[in-house]
Protein backbone atom coordinates (compact mmCIF):
# COMPACT_ATOMS: atom_id res chain seq x y z
CA UNK A 1 0.00 0.00 0.00
CA UNK A 2 1.14 3.24 -0.71
CA UNK A 3 1.41 6.07 2.13
CA UNK A 4 2.32 9.64 1.58
CA UNK A 5 4.20 11.38 4.64
CA UNK A 6 4.31 14.89 3.78
CA UNK A 7 7.32 16.59 5.66
CA UNK A 8 8.43 13.12 5.34
CA UNK A 9 12.30 14.22 6.30
CA UNK A 10 11.34 16.09 9.38
CA UNK A 11 11.74 15.17 12.83
CA UNK A 12 8.68 13.41 13.25
CA UNK A 13 8.14 12.12 9.57
CA UNK A 14 11.77 10.59 9.48
CA UNK A 15 10.59 8.36 12.05
CA UNK A 16 7.29 7.61 10.64
CA UNK A 17 8.64 6.34 6.98
CA UNK A 18 10.85 4.32 9.05
CA UNK A 19 7.93 2.34 11.50
CA UNK A 20 5.71 2.54 8.26
CA UNK A 21 8.34 1.07 5.75
CA UNK A 22 9.45 -1.94 8.58
CA UNK A 23 5.56 -2.51 8.56
CA UNK A 24 5.79 -3.43 4.83
CA UNK A 25 4.41 -0.04 3.34
CA UNK A 26 5.46 1.50 0.51
CA UNK A 27 6.64 5.11 1.05
CA UNK A 28 6.23 8.22 -0.76
CA UNK A 29 7.80 11.74 1.20
CA UNK A 30 7.13 14.78 0.56
CA UNK A 31 9.67 17.76 1.57
CA UNK A 32 10.31 20.92 0.79
CA UNK A 33 13.68 20.60 2.91
CA UNK A 34 13.26 23.96 4.61
CA UNK A 35 13.92 22.37 7.54
CA UNK A 36 15.37 18.95 6.99
CA UNK A 37 18.63 18.19 4.71
CA UNK A 38 17.69 15.20 1.86
CA UNK A 39 20.84 13.04 3.52
CA UNK A 40 18.05 11.62 5.90
CA UNK A 41 17.21 9.55 3.02
CA UNK A 42 20.27 7.46 3.79
CA UNK A 43 19.49 7.76 7.69
CA UNK A 44 16.43 6.03 6.43
CA UNK A 45 17.80 3.54 4.49
CA UNK A 46 20.42 2.26 6.88
CA UNK A 47 18.03 1.62 9.33
CA UNK A 48 14.78 -0.23 7.19
CA UNK A 49 17.39 -1.26 3.99
CA UNK A 50 15.35 0.81 1.94
CA UNK A 51 14.97 4.19 0.67
CA UNK A 52 11.42 5.93 0.35
CA UNK A 53 10.27 7.53 -2.73
CA UNK A 54 11.25 11.02 -2.86
CA UNK A 55 9.67 13.85 -3.98
CA UNK A 56 10.83 17.16 -3.35
CA UNK A 57 8.01 19.41 -3.39
CA UNK A 58 6.36 22.75 -1.50
CA UNK A 59 2.86 22.19 -1.06
CA UNK A 60 2.37 26.04 -1.01
CA UNK A 61 2.65 25.37 -5.02
CA UNK A 62 -0.94 24.48 -5.53
CA UNK A 63 -0.21 22.83 -9.50
CA UNK A 64 2.52 20.34 -7.85
CA UNK A 65 -0.18 19.04 -5.50
CA UNK A 66 -2.28 18.66 -8.09
CA UNK A 67 0.18 16.89 -10.40
CA UNK A 68 1.54 14.58 -7.64
CA UNK A 69 -2.03 13.30 -6.36
CA UNK A 70 -2.59 12.93 -10.70
CA UNK A 71 0.30 10.70 -11.04
CA UNK A 72 -0.50 8.87 -7.63
CA UNK A 73 -4.37 7.87 -8.01
CA UNK A 74 -3.57 4.73 -5.96
CA UNK A 75 -2.71 6.44 -2.65
CA UNK A 76 -4.54 4.62 0.53
CA UNK A 77 -3.28 7.35 2.83
CA UNK A 78 -2.01 10.62 3.51
CA UNK A 79 -0.21 11.44 6.85
CA UNK A 80 0.34 14.92 6.86
CA UNK A 81 3.43 16.76 9.36
CA UNK A 82 4.55 19.21 6.66
CA UNK A 83 4.16 22.48 8.56
CA UNK A 84 6.15 25.10 10.45
CA UNK A 85 5.74 24.79 14.05
CA UNK A 86 8.11 27.32 15.98
CA UNK A 87 5.77 29.37 18.76
CA UNK A 88 8.15 32.16 19.02
CA UNK A 89 8.92 32.62 15.41
CA UNK A 90 4.85 32.13 15.09
CA UNK A 91 4.64 35.39 16.64
CA UNK A 92 6.81 36.87 15.26
CA UNK A 93 6.02 35.96 11.47
CA UNK A 94 2.44 35.23 11.77
CA UNK A 95 1.28 35.21 7.80
CA UNK A 96 4.42 32.63 7.18
CA UNK A 97 2.23 29.94 9.30
CA UNK A 98 -1.21 30.69 8.19
CA UNK A 99 0.30 30.20 4.53
CA UNK A 100 2.74 27.61 4.97
CA UNK A 101 -0.03 25.34 7.71
CA UNK A 102 -3.44 26.52 6.15
CA UNK A 103 -2.79 26.61 2.53
CA UNK A 104 -0.47 23.53 2.37
CA UNK A 105 -3.58 21.43 4.44
CA UNK A 106 -6.13 22.70 2.07
CA UNK A 107 -4.45 22.11 -1.17
CA UNK A 108 -3.83 18.34 -0.12
CA UNK A 109 -7.39 17.52 0.97
CA UNK A 110 -8.67 19.06 -2.32
CA UNK A 111 -6.81 16.34 -4.01
CA UNK A 112 -6.88 13.59 -1.62
CA UNK A 113 -11.29 13.48 -1.38
CA UNK A 114 -11.05 12.60 -5.16
CA UNK A 115 -9.41 9.46 -4.34
CA UNK A 116 -11.11 6.19 -3.73
CA UNK A 117 -8.95 5.93 -0.29
CA UNK A 118 -9.18 9.60 1.22
CA UNK A 119 -7.44 8.48 4.49
CA UNK A 120 -5.76 11.38 6.42
CA UNK A 121 -3.63 11.30 9.46
CA UNK A 122 -3.06 15.36 11.01
CA UNK A 123 -0.26 15.97 13.24
CA UNK A 124 -1.65 18.38 15.31
CA UNK A 125 -0.72 19.30 18.83
CA UNK A 126 -1.38 20.06 22.26
CA UNK A 127 -1.23 23.68 21.61
CA UNK A 128 -5.02 23.19 21.05
CA UNK A 129 -5.85 22.94 24.32
CA UNK A 130 -4.08 26.61 25.37
CA UNK A 131 -3.66 26.68 28.98
CA UNK A 132 -6.30 24.01 29.77
CA UNK A 133 -8.08 24.68 33.20
CA UNK A 134 -7.62 20.75 34.16
CA UNK A 135 -4.55 18.32 34.28
CA UNK A 136 -3.98 15.68 33.16
CA UNK A 137 -5.62 16.79 29.24
CA UNK A 138 -8.55 14.62 27.73
CA UNK A 139 -9.46 15.05 24.42
CA UNK A 140 -13.03 16.73 25.91
CA UNK A 141 -10.78 19.34 27.27
CA UNK A 142 -12.03 22.73 25.64
CA UNK A 143 -10.36 24.34 22.90
CA UNK A 144 -9.55 27.52 24.77
CA UNK A 145 -8.05 31.16 22.24
CA UNK A 146 -4.71 29.89 20.98
CA UNK A 147 -1.65 31.20 22.49
CA UNK A 148 0.18 31.90 19.33
CA UNK A 149 -0.39 31.86 15.52
CA UNK A 150 1.13 28.29 15.31
CA UNK A 151 -1.22 27.15 17.92
CA UNK A 152 -4.19 29.11 15.89
CA UNK A 153 -3.27 27.15 12.79
CA UNK A 154 -3.65 23.42 14.46
CA UNK A 155 -7.06 24.76 15.55
CA UNK A 156 -8.26 25.85 12.51
CA UNK A 157 -6.39 22.66 10.38
CA UNK A 158 -8.65 20.73 12.45
CA UNK A 159 -11.88 22.41 11.82
CA UNK A 160 -10.74 22.62 7.82
CA UNK A 161 -10.74 18.67 8.45
CA UNK A 162 -13.81 18.21 10.37
CA UNK A 163 -15.40 20.16 7.97
CA UNK A 164 -14.19 18.90 5.01
CA UNK A 165 -14.92 15.07 5.81
CA UNK A 166 -18.48 15.96 6.93
CA UNK A 167 -18.88 16.34 3.02
CA UNK A 168 -16.62 14.16 1.68
CA UNK A 169 -15.47 10.92 1.63
CA UNK A 170 -12.16 11.59 3.55
CA UNK A 171 -12.22 9.61 6.83
CA UNK A 172 -9.39 11.51 9.38
CA UNK A 173 -7.53 10.87 12.71
CA UNK A 174 -5.98 13.92 14.38
CA UNK A 175 -3.06 13.28 16.64
CA UNK A 176 -2.51 15.75 19.26
CA UNK A 177 0.91 15.33 20.28
CA UNK A 178 2.97 17.29 23.15
CA UNK A 179 6.56 17.59 23.23
CA UNK A 180 8.44 14.88 21.03
CA UNK A 181 11.97 14.26 21.95
CA UNK A 182 14.66 12.07 21.43
CA UNK A 183 15.95 9.89 18.33
CA UNK A 184 15.79 6.70 16.99
CA UNK A 185 18.14 4.54 19.34
CA UNK A 186 20.43 3.77 16.23
CA UNK A 187 21.38 7.66 15.61
CA UNK A 188 20.70 7.30 12.17
CA UNK A 189 18.50 10.05 12.08
CA UNK A 190 16.57 12.62 15.00
CA UNK A 191 16.08 15.99 15.53
CA UNK A 192 18.36 18.59 12.90
CA UNK A 193 17.26 21.98 13.33
CA UNK A 194 18.54 24.62 11.27
CA UNK A 195 19.82 27.66 13.11
CA UNK A 196 19.10 28.06 16.91
CA UNK A 197 17.23 25.14 17.58
CA UNK A 198 13.29 26.57 19.25
CA UNK A 199 12.70 23.48 21.26
CA UNK A 200 13.96 22.06 24.76
CA UNK A 201 16.31 19.49 23.87
CA UNK A 202 18.54 19.91 21.11
CA UNK A 203 18.76 23.23 22.81
CA UNK A 204 19.84 21.09 25.81
CA UNK A 205 22.41 19.05 23.53
CA UNK A 206 23.80 21.99 21.83
CA UNK A 207 24.83 23.27 24.56
CA UNK A 208 26.12 20.30 26.22
CA UNK A 209 28.53 19.55 23.12
CA UNK A 210 29.43 23.06 22.69
CA UNK A 211 27.49 24.57 19.94
CA UNK A 212 25.99 26.68 22.71
CA UNK A 213 27.19 29.02 25.03
CA UNK A 214 24.06 28.31 28.07
CA UNK A 215 20.64 27.40 27.59
CA UNK A 216 18.28 29.93 28.52
CA UNK A 217 15.56 29.05 30.78
CA UNK A 218 12.41 31.21 30.27
CA UNK A 219 10.69 31.55 33.60
CA UNK A 220 11.06 30.37 36.77
CA UNK A 221 7.86 31.82 38.75
CA UNK A 222 5.54 29.38 36.87
CA UNK A 223 2.59 28.10 39.69
CA UNK A 224 4.69 24.22 39.45
CA UNK A 225 6.36 22.67 42.19
CA UNK A 226 10.16 24.14 40.50
CA UNK A 227 8.86 27.35 39.26
CA UNK A 228 9.42 25.89 35.43
CA UNK A 229 6.88 25.33 33.10
CA UNK A 230 5.75 21.58 32.78
CA UNK A 231 5.24 19.49 29.49
CA UNK A 232 4.90 16.06 28.84
CA UNK A 233 7.55 14.75 26.90
CA UNK A 234 7.05 11.70 24.60
CA UNK A 235 9.85 9.90 22.38
CA UNK A 236 9.80 10.40 18.89
CA UNK A 237 9.76 6.51 18.05
CA UNK A 238 6.67 6.09 20.41
CA UNK A 239 4.81 8.86 18.56
CA UNK A 240 5.61 7.33 15.28
CA UNK A 241 4.60 4.28 16.01
CA UNK A 242 1.07 5.71 17.13
CA UNK A 243 0.69 7.22 14.03
CA UNK A 244 0.89 3.49 12.05
CA UNK A 245 -1.54 2.19 14.37
CA UNK A 246 -3.87 5.17 13.76
CA UNK A 247 -3.79 4.80 9.76
CA UNK A 248 -4.09 1.03 10.20
CA UNK A 249 -7.42 1.94 12.28
CA UNK A 250 -8.73 4.28 9.21
CA UNK A 251 -7.21 1.52 6.69
CA UNK A 252 -9.07 -1.49 8.13
CA UNK A 253 -12.43 0.83 8.53
CA UNK A 254 -12.23 0.43 12.40
CA UNK A 255 -12.90 4.05 13.06
CA UNK A 256 -16.13 4.91 14.87
CA UNK A 257 -16.55 8.73 13.65
CA UNK A 258 -15.75 10.43 10.17
CA UNK A 259 -13.01 12.26 12.62
CA UNK A 260 -11.25 11.09 15.52
CA UNK A 261 -9.14 12.82 17.91
CA UNK A 262 -6.64 10.90 20.11
CA UNK A 263 -3.71 12.76 22.73
CA UNK A 264 -0.16 11.30 22.42
CA UNK A 265 2.08 11.59 25.18
CA UNK A 266 3.01 9.52 28.53
CA UNK A 267 0.81 10.87 30.59
CA UNK A 268 3.56 12.70 32.84
CA UNK A 269 4.80 16.23 33.46
CA UNK A 270 8.21 16.88 33.78
CA UNK A 271 9.15 20.27 34.29
CA UNK A 272 12.51 22.09 32.44
CA UNK A 273 14.82 21.86 35.70
CA UNK A 274 13.55 17.96 35.80
CA UNK A 275 14.79 17.53 31.95
CA UNK A 276 18.01 19.49 32.54
CA UNK A 277 18.46 17.54 35.65
CA UNK A 278 17.56 13.99 33.64
CA UNK A 279 19.92 15.09 30.98
CA UNK A 280 22.62 15.45 32.88
CA UNK A 281 22.64 12.36 35.00
CA UNK A 282 22.19 9.88 31.53
CA UNK A 283 24.83 11.97 30.03
CA UNK A 284 27.54 12.97 32.33
CA UNK A 285 27.54 16.11 31.09
CA UNK A 286 27.14 19.50 33.47
CA UNK A 287 24.68 21.97 31.81
CA UNK A 288 25.40 25.51 31.86
CA UNK A 289 21.69 27.37 31.81
CA UNK A 290 20.48 30.54 32.97
CA UNK A 291 17.01 31.42 33.99
CA UNK A 292 15.58 34.43 31.94
CA UNK A 293 12.11 35.96 31.40
CA UNK A 294 9.04 34.30 29.94
CA UNK A 295 8.72 33.50 26.28
CA UNK A 296 5.64 35.27 24.79
CA UNK A 297 3.19 32.43 23.77
CA UNK A 298 4.25 29.86 26.30
CA UNK A 299 1.62 28.17 28.95
CA UNK A 300 2.14 27.20 32.22
CA UNK A 301 1.73 23.02 32.24
CA UNK A 302 0.20 20.48 29.92
CA UNK A 303 0.67 16.64 30.41
CA UNK A 304 -1.83 14.12 28.95
CA UNK A 305 -4.23 11.80 29.17
CA UNK A 306 -3.60 9.25 27.20
CA UNK A 307 -6.42 6.85 28.43
CA UNK A 308 -8.44 7.24 24.98
CA UNK A 309 -5.20 6.21 23.13
CA UNK A 310 -4.43 3.79 25.20
CA UNK A 311 -7.48 1.87 25.18
CA UNK A 312 -9.44 2.72 21.82
CA UNK A 313 -6.06 2.70 19.58
CA UNK A 314 -4.14 0.09 21.97
CA UNK A 315 -1.35 2.01 21.70
CA UNK A 316 1.28 3.19 25.10
CA UNK A 317 4.02 4.95 25.51
CA UNK A 318 7.12 2.67 26.11
CA UNK A 319 10.10 4.65 26.46
CA UNK A 320 11.32 6.88 29.62
CA UNK A 321 12.21 10.59 29.65
CA UNK A 322 16.12 9.47 30.39
CA UNK A 323 15.73 7.20 27.17
CA UNK A 324 14.48 9.73 24.79
CA UNK A 325 17.38 12.16 26.25
CA UNK A 326 19.92 9.81 26.35
CA UNK A 327 18.97 9.03 22.36
CA UNK A 328 19.11 12.66 21.60
CA UNK A 329 22.41 12.88 23.46
CA UNK A 330 23.95 9.86 21.27
CA UNK A 331 22.14 11.52 17.55
CA UNK A 332 23.79 14.87 18.69
CA UNK A 333 27.44 13.53 19.06
CA UNK A 334 27.35 11.45 16.00
CA UNK A 335 26.17 14.29 13.46
CA UNK A 336 29.35 16.70 15.09
CA UNK A 337 31.70 13.73 14.73
Known amino acids: MKIVVTG ?11 ELQNEGFEVVAIDNLSNSSESVLDGIFNIT ?20 FKKNQDVAGVIHFAASKAVGESVENPLLYYENNINALVYVLQE ?15 TVYG ?48 NP ?30 LREKLSVFGSDYPTPDGTAVRDYIHVVDLAKAHVIALQRLINKQNLSKVET ?60 EEA ?5 KWEKKIRS
Open 8 to 18: GLGFIGSHTVV
Open 49 to 68: GKKPIFEKMDLRDKASVQNF
Open 112 to 126: LKELPNANFIFSSSC
Open 131 to 178: QAEKMPITEDASIQTAMSPYGNTKQIGEEIITDTAKVTNINSILLRYF
Open 181 to 210: IGSHSSAEIGELPLGVPQNLVPFITQTAYG
Open 262 to 321: FNLGTGTGSSVLEVINAFEKVSGQKLNYQIVGRREGDITSAYANTDKANTVLGWKSQLSL
Open 325 to 329: LASAW
